[in-house]
């Protein structure tokens, strides 16, 4: 049995889709930060059979962006630790709005010829997980953004 310490402070994403968490770390911007990051693949889970699960030790919530992560997936859950124990669980909904994510890939679209234009999409079907792009409505679905 592997062990990963525990952390003293900082965060902890679980329930991770095995195989998912070093696009995850990427997606996040975890590379840029200078504090100690576990990455913990294929961890035996009852719930999902495997998961990955990302440890990010220190002070770190407000430079990691909950609708990003919302967005990939909005089951992950983040655990907020503090003198060594979990004082808040947070479940994740799939952002309203998202900013600068995704691309849009439209060739007409404003954003294609304003490249300083930020590129924002909007939940246009929660069900099926859909977004819009606010400036063409040009359609995204999660197959779409994650292959």
Do not use: W
């Not at 310490?5 to 902890?12: P, R």
């Not at 919302?70 to 309203?96: A, C, F, Q, W």
């Amino acid at each position: 049995m592997l062990n990963i310490s525990g952390l003293n402070e900082g965060i902890v994403l679980d329930h991770i889709k095995a195989g998912k968490s070093l696009s995850i770390y990427y997606q996040l911007g975890l590379d840029k930060l200078d504090c100690q990051i576990a990455i913990i693949k294929n961890a035996h889970s009852r719930k999902m059979g495997r998961k990955d699960i990302i440890k990010v030790e220190g002070n770190v919530l407000d430079k990691i962006d909950l609708d990003v992560l919302g967005y990939i997936d909005h089951n992950i859950t983040v655990n907020i630790i503090r003198d060594s124990r979990i004082v808040e669980k947070r479940k994740l909904k799939m952002p309203s709005v998202i900013t600068n994510v995704l691309k849009c890939r439209n060739p007409r679209c404003i954003t294609s010829i304003e490249q300083e234009l930020p590129h924002i999409f909007y939940l246009a079907d929660p069900e099926k997980g859909s977004y819009r792009c606010k400036y063409c409505d040009e359609l995204y679905t999660p197959t779409d953004a994650h292959g």
